[in-house]
Structures are given as C-alpha cells and as structure tokens.
C-alpha cells in the first residue's frame, strides 16, 4: 500500500508544481460572462488547452461599474485584460491611461462597421430592441413614432448611469432625436414601469408579466427560441434604426503578463471563443461569417438602419443627455 | 493606584480614554481625508440638489407618519388588556433585530408589483401597486420606524403615575379629557425626540433606498455616494456628498439636543395601569392593534413561508459560504463593540455628572455619521498604502463595530453605574484592583446586560448592507450582501432561501450572546 501511496503523492506534487509554474492571466469581466451558463467555463476551458496558462475570470460588476473598480484599483489591480466594455465606454476607458495599445491587426471582423480602435478589440456585438411577448401584445409598434404614440404600453428599461443597455437607449434617442430627446423622455416617462439597475433585473421583470416590453437585444428572443424552445418572445423592428453595442477587451499597461494579455486578445478573435458568443452570451460573434451562426438566429429581425454614435464623440455627449434623462424622469 | 468609590482608576482612565480616542479618529479622520479630495467642481449638481431634496422629504414623511402611527397604536396598547398584548409589546422590539434586506424582501411579497396587495388588487379590476420610489422607501421606513416610536411612547405612558387615570375617573373626565390633560403633556414631551431620531435614521438609510428607490425619482444622499463611487468613480464628488450629508445629520442632532431627548432603552414593559377612560366600545382599538400587528408581522410571515420553499429546492451555490463570512464578521465585530463600550463605558461611569449628556451627544453623532461617509474617509486614508479591496472584510467589521458602539454604551454605562454604587466601597475596602476586582466584582453584575449588548451589536453587524456592498472582492460576498446579489439578477426563489438563512442566524447570534450573559448571571 505504501507504492500507490508514495506514487500519488509524487504526482500530486508534480500537479502542484505544473499548476505554480502555470503563469495566471486575470481577466475582469461582468457578472454574467463568468456564470455557468454564460461564456466563461467553455472560453477557460478552450483557451487553457493552448496557453499553458491558469486563466481566471473574476466578475467585478456591469459596464460603468466593471471601470469604475478598475479606477478604484488604479495601478494595485490584479487585472491583466478587462473583457465587456462597450464603445459607449471605451473613450473614457483610454484616458484613464491604465490601457496598453492591443498591438494586433485584427483580420476576419464581421462587424457592420470597420474597426480602428487601436486600444480595444471587439468580441461580439448587438441591436438594442425593445422585446416583447408575442402572445400577448397584438398592437406592436414598429417605430420609435408608434412606440411614442401608444400610450398604454408600459416598458421597463435600465439606468444608464449603471447599465450598458440604459446607456445604450440614451444614445439611441439621441441618435434618433438628437435635440427633441428631452421631449421623447418626457412622453416615455409616464409609461417606464421603473428603472432597474442592471439587464437581468430588467429582464426577470418582464418574463414576470411586470411590463408589456423590456429593452433588451434583437437577439434576445434567439435564447428562447434556441435553449427553452420557446417562440413566444419577439423584438420590435424600429424604422428609424437600432442602436448598435459593441463589446470590447483590452489589455492594462500594468499587466505582468503582456505577452498572454496579447494572445488571449488574438485567440478571442479566433473561432474557438467566437463560435461559443452566440448561445451563451446571445450576441452576434464579432469575427464569424454568418453562414456560421446556430439556427434560430435567422430568424432574428434585421434593422434596417445601424446607428452608432461614435466613440470619441461620446464623452461630449453624455453628460447633457443624461442630464436631460435625469431632468425628465425625476419630476 | 485605587480611587475612592465614584472615582476612576489610572488603568481604567487610560484604557477608556485610549478606546474614546480611536473611536473619534475613526469618525473624524475620514471627515478630514475628505476634505482633501475636495476639487474646483461646482458644491451641488442638479442631480445633487434633487438627491438632497429627496432625502429631505422622505424622512420627513417617514418621520410624520411612523409618529403619527404610532399615537394610536401606543394608546390602544396602553388602555386595552387583550391575550397577546405582552407579545405584541414584545414584538415591538423585533424589528430592530431584523436584517433590512430581509425586511425588503418581506414587504416586496406583501406590497410589491407582484405582491400580495397587487394580486389583490388586480382580482378586483384594480391597477397594480408601485412600491418602487418614494411610496416604497417611506413604506419600508415606517416598518422599521412605528415599532420604535410605539416602544417610546408605551414607555412614556408608562411613566404616567398611575393615580393620575384614577383622579381623573374620580373627577368624571371623558376620553377626551384625559388626552388633553394628561396624554397630551407627555406626548408633547415625547413626541419631537422620537420624532428626530426616526428622522435621523431614514436621513442615513441605506438599503432601504438602494433597494426601493435608486432610480432617477428617488435618490438619497447616501445612494448618491454610492452611485457616484461605484459608477462615476469621482472621489471629489462623493467627498462634497457626503460633507453635505454630515451637515444635514449634525443640524438635526444640534436640533435634537435642543428639544427633548427621547428617553432611553427600556426592557421590562408591559405593565397596564387600570384605565377607565377607555371607551365602551372597543373596535376602534382592536382595528388599531389589528391593522399595526398585521402591517409588521405579514411580511416576515412570507419571508419564512417563501425562505422554507426556497431553502427546500436546494440552497445556491455560495449561500453557505457567504453566511460563515457573515457570522464570523458579525461575532467578531460584535465583541469589539463590547469591549469598546465597556472600556468608554468604565471611564463614562465614573464621572461624576452630565454623562448622560456626554453619552447621548456621542452616540446621536454616531447616528448622524453615515457608514458610507467613514467607509469613503478610510477607503481615501488607505489607498495609497494598501490594496483597500484586500482589508474590506476588516473594514466592515470595524465601521460595523462603531454603528453600533451608541447601543453598546447606552446599556452598559447604567449597568456599570449601578455595580459602582452598589459594590464599589466593598471593593474598595477589600483592596481590590485591575482584573480580579473586574474579574469578582463587576463582570458577574453586568454579565446580562454585556450580553444583551453584544447580542445586539452582532445581529446588527449581521444585516448589514452597506460598505460592503462597495468595497467587496468580486468573489467575497457577506450574507445581506449574496442575498442583494441574488434580487438584482431577479432571482427571489433563492434570495428567499437565503433572507430565512440570515434571518435565523441573526436571531441565533443575539440569543446565543444573551444566553451567555444571562447563563452567568445566574451562577453568581
């Protein structure tokens, strides 16, 4: 009995060696990447197989809050790439100067729109939609003009102060609107159920029956169909155009590990994670054709316009519009 | 180095004082460290000024209403003998014990979109019932705030000699008489002191409007420092809030020291002078008792219903983990508070006159000083030595520890006056000093009391959601804090489950420091 023992102990202690000289990669990250059914487990999992690296995703909170910890961590983070910032984000991510330039030229996007952003990447990308219940709601309004003019339709949307969705709606009545924003939130306001912090608090308020439609994504209705086999859920298509979210990693200058930083960036791109975005993060993958996709995923509407503000012009922005959002939501 | 009876030996002079010391750098250094961060930016944004506002008008409601409330619960207490009546009184101090996140889960399920009253409602063609806002944030206030007041003003009744009621009879006053001569004067005396002090606890509450306000209608102060340290990462910012938020808390304590003090904690109530000015009739006082009971024992009986199904289903992955982070942190930072208070309350004590004064100036302070306000002042202090996220657990514990040091202190410091005048001279006159004569002569008479403090300190540490909820490692979480985790992702089957966890523990931690007191107090 001594011989397995003896044996055993040896190869725990190989194992733990192998597991010290293995190099971790931190990787920041919101809360629902990392959960069992989101993306993290098969994206650790394919990416440990090629790196000889201990990958680990921390959740550390959603969009505005993801940079603000990095802020409050300054240069003592632990965190060599933050992965789930968005363009509306990214411009005021730079100057915080705690960002490395990726380094790469990322080839295969499959983006609507070309990519130059020398400090972030994109990973997958979306529509904002406002979904809703097809079995339920007859009279679905198809622009943001019908959507204003039906008054009985309550919504439920989210902060865009904590929110990368909310924020994303605030561009998106700019983009439509631009200086009759302040109008359009004024005639919204009666009919938002409540703000919510986040998505999923949002998201659980309409699948309780709390509110006729949710902001949330055009493809939101694809995690139905495909993983409940559900078809009862349904986007709004919007003739004035979606609003676009582009969610976007980058590598931090302080990392110890900039050569992984940089060869997670290269293997995000690559179909290994890309082909994992699309059932559980429920997003379009930003480098995979769309001959690629899973099925259920053509039968998502396709908005006839993409709107995207561009991310330099963002930080200008902000301020007044949600100064605006704030003026007409809190009387 | 022994004093006379009434004077305070070198030791425990220095000990208190020390311990006095720590705990005022504690509340004022952050105040100083924020000072410093303050920038050129412009004192008050709209949304500032809004945020102010708010804060303003939903104490003041919270306030009124809890007060007015808790008149004629008080009185149909006070002049009705009914089965129960020492449990409901009992009862009165329940909330105080009571995690307010489990309390907010509770009122959700009675009042909430899709709670009872709106089921209720919906049957009967109505609309559904908005909790979130203003209604929702003075609704969850009152719960907390009209068993507090009640047990004030059933003190302040009780304190009416009872040979009072009798003259009156014998004079043939009615009801109403007797309120205005007799009622009246003491809840003139009473009422603005309960009053203030309810209006400074929902001026620092936290939770409360995390949880059923935030959005734009219904930002306080305090979320506001939250929103600004969490989302917008402006340290300047957060520093203006929270100085505008010690001057609002500091007007309404110089307000409070200048008009009556509400009197202090009482255990033991429950005695009924015989009234017979009650009216005949009795309905209008049981509907009063009834609709009060009803009001605060509804949601907690969901809570237990819904936590039993939740925890029956299978408890969530870290739900385990959380509640043996929570209790450790609680027990741990329920004995500093203890020691802490016996130290200042040793040193208190002794002093001859105005230490009750001296007590309830410091603790009302204490009150006014949000944790958010200490916790931004620390988190500036340590930054630039140490990583702040590394030591949030030690953080919480310690700014946990001083929340609760005014209770702390107003339960020993009459226990320890009480063992000096009594025993004091004995053991003096035995030449007892330092640890032994603590150890055989007042640890035994105060055993109780020490630890009902403790009790007390700990279950409050244990529903605490507040600094923690900004300074938690992404994969450290506290039980209140797991639970909040749980009811953003609309996840309240499981947020259920662990509300029952921590409403249990809660319980379990106070009664297991009483018991200990009390176990003690009987040997000797």
């Known amino acids: 009995m001594i011989r397995p023992l003896l044996t055993a102990a040896v190869l725990s202690f190989g194992a733990t060696l192998a597991q010290a000289q293995n190099p971790i990669l931190t990787v920041y990250t919101y809360d629902s990447f990392v959960t069992e059914w989101g993306p993290g487990p098969a994206v650790e999992t394919a990416f440990e197989e090629v790196c000889a690296c201990d990958l680990r995703f921390v959740g550390a909170g959603d969009g505005a809050a993801l940079l603000a910890r990095l802020q409050l961590e300054g240069t003592r983070t632990e965190a060599d790439v933050v992965l789930g910032l968005d363009t509306t984000l990214t411009t005021q991510a730079a100057d915080t100067g705690l960002f490395a330039p990726h380094g790469l030229t990322p080839q295969g996007l499959t983006l609507p729109v070309t990519w130059e952003d020398t400090t972030f990447l994109p990973y997958d990308w979306g529509h904002f939609a406002f979904v809703y219940d097809n079995t339920k709601l007859t009279d679905v309004p198809d622009s943001f003009e019908a959507l204003l003019a039906a008054e009985d339709l309550s919504i439920v949307i989210q902060d865009p102060r904590s929110s990368t969705p909310g924020l994303g709606l605030l561009m998106w009545v700019k983009a439509v609107y631009e200086d009759r924003a302040p109008e359009v939130w004024a005639a919204l306001a009666p009919r938002i159920v409540t703000v919510t912090k986040g998505w999923s608090e949002a998201y659980g308020m309409f699948l309780e029956g709390e509110a006729d439609m949710v902001l949330s994504y055009t493809t939101s209705p694809a995690y139905h169909l495909i993983a409940e086999e559900d078809p009862t859920k349904s986007a709004a298509n919007f003739a004035e155009g979606h609003y676009m979210q582009i969610e976007v990693a980058g590598m931090l200058a302080g990392t110890d590990q900039p050569d992984l930083a940089q060869r997670f960036l290269e293997f995000m791109l690559s179909p290994a994670f890309q082909t994992v975005i699309p059932t559980t993060n429920w997003m379009y993958p930003a480098a995979l054709p769309p001959a690629d996709l899973p099925a259920g995923f053509d039968q998502m509407i396709q908005p006839a316009r993409s709107l995207l503000i561009p991310a330099d012009e963002i930080p200008a922005l902000k301020d007044a519009a949600l100064a605006e959002w704030l003026a007409a939501l809190a009387g | 180095m022994v004093g006379g009876a009434g004077r305070v030996t070198r030791l425990t002079a220095t000990v208190g004082g020390l311990v006095l010391a720590a705990v005022l750098i504690l509340l004022f250094a952050p105040i100083a460290s924020l000072w410093g961060q303050i920038g050129a930016g412009p004192w008050f944004g709209p949304g500032d000024l809004a945020a102010v506002r708010f804060t303003l008008v939903q104490s003041l409601l919270s306030a009124t209403i809890s007060v007015a409330l808790a008149v004629p619960f008080a009185r149909a207490l006070m002049r009705r003998s009914f089965a129960g009546r020492r449990l409901v009184i009992a009862l009165l101090g329940a909330p105080f014990l009571l995690p307010v996140i489990v309390a907010i889960l509770g009122l959700l399920a009675v009042w909430g979109r899709s709670g009872l009253f709106s089921q209720i409602s919906l049957d009967l063609g109505g609309p559904r019932l908005s909790i979130y806002g203003l209604g929702g944030v003075v609704l969850a206030h009152v719960f907390f705030n009209l068993p507090l007041v009640t047990r004030l003003l059933v003190q302040g009744w009780q304190a009416i000699p009872p040979e009072r009621f009798r003259l009156a009879a014998q004079l043939g006053m009615g009801p109403r008489a007797v309120f205005q001569l007799i009622e009246w004067p003491m809840l003139r005396a009473v009422l603005p002191g309960a009053f203030l002090l309810v209006f400074l ?3 620092t509450s936290f939770a409360v409007a995390l949880a059923l306000g935030g959005g734009p209608r219904a930002t306080t102060v305090e979320v506001a420092i939250y929103q600004t340290l969490r989302f917008e990462f402006d340290l300047s910012h957060a520093a203006r809030l929270a100085l505008v938020q010690l001057g609002l808390g500091a007007a309404v304590v110089l307000l ?31 509907a009063v008792v009834l609709l009060s009971v009803g009001f605060l024992v509804l949601p907690l009986g969901f809570v237990i219903v819904r936590g039993t199904q939740g925890l029956w289903a299978g408890p969530e992955v870290g739900l385990w983990r959380a509640a043996g982070i929570s209790v450790a942190l609680a027990g741990t930072s329920a004995l500093v508070t ?33 944790p958010f306000v200490i916790g931004t002042g620390v988190f500036v202090i340590l930054r630039p030595y140490v990583d702040p996220f590394a030591w949030a657990l030690v953080v919480t514990g310690v700014i946990n520890a001083a929340m609760s040091l005014p209770f702390g202190l107003r339960i020993l410091v009459p226990a320890l006056a009480a063992a000096r005048a009594n025993y004091g001279r004995l053991a003096d006159s035995l030449g007892m000093t330092g640890w032994g004569r603590f150890r055989h002569a007042t640890l035994p008479l105060i055993r109780g009391p020490l630890g009902f403090a403790t009790g007390l300190a700990a279950a409050l540490s244990m529903g605490d959601l507040g600094v923690i909820t900004l300074f938690a490692p992404p994969d450290v979480a506290t039980l209140p804090l797991y639970m909040y985790r749980l009811m953003g992702a609309y996840r309240m089957d499981q947020a259920a489950g662990a509300a029952l966890v921590l409403l249990g523990l809660s319980l379990a931690l106070f009664w297991v420091f009483g018991l200990l007191g009390g176990r003690h107090a009987h040997r000797v």
């Open chain 2, 201 to 203: 606890l929902c001026l």
């Open chain 2, 338 to 370: 203890a020691l802490a208070a016996l130290a200042i309350a040793g040193l208190v004590a002794g002093l001859p006159r105005g230490r009750g004064m001296l007590v309830e100036a410091a603790g009302l302070v204490m009150l006014a000083t949000s």
């Open chain 2, 256 to 286: 409070a020291l200048g008009i009556a003090r509400p009197t202090s904690f009482g255990r033991g109530l429950g005695r009924l002078p015989q009234r017979w000015d009650a009216p005949r009739r009795a309905g209008p006082d049981a």
